[in-house]
Nanobody
Framework: QVQLVESGGGLVQAGGSLRLSCAAS????????IAWYRQAPGKQREWAAG???????NYADPVKGRFTISRDNAKNTAYLQMNSLKSEDTAVYYC?????????WGQGTQVTVSS
């Protein structure tokens, strides 16, 4: 089973950028679809972006045009480039992998956007 470790979170001013990374263990990373979810304080976890095994990307409306999801199968890593950050983007961001009959979550990384 793949294991996921997120990194890259932190504190940033509104309008700034961050790039999150999701590093996966194992040799089957390319066989997983990857998604980024986020959970703001007091709210339910919500899907933000996804990328298929073949590289097709999709985005939730609140992040469309500002966030970019990508993957580097050679490095077993997925990324979430976040630009034009807003205070409402403040959340814990989780990486999710779906494939081979399994769903795996990372531990999350905190993103805080100050206004």
């Amino acid at each position: 089973q793949v294991q996921l470790v997120e990194s890259g979170g932190g504190l940033v001013q509104a309008g700034g950028s961050l790039r999150l990374s999701c590093a996966a263990s194992g040799s089957t990373f390319s066989r997983y679809a990857i998604a980024w979810y986020r959970q703001a304080p007091g709210k339910q976890r919500e899907w933000a972006a996804g990328i298929s095994q073949g590289g097709t990307t999709n985005y939730a409306d609140p992040v469309k045009g500002r966030f970019t999801i990508s993957r580097d199968n050679a490095k077993n890593t997925a990324y979430l480039q976040m630009n034009s950050l807003k205070s409402e983007d403040t959340a814990v961001y989780y990486c999710n992998a779906i494939g081979l009959g399994m769903v795996t979550w990372g531990q999350g990384t905190q993103v805080t956007v100050s206004s």
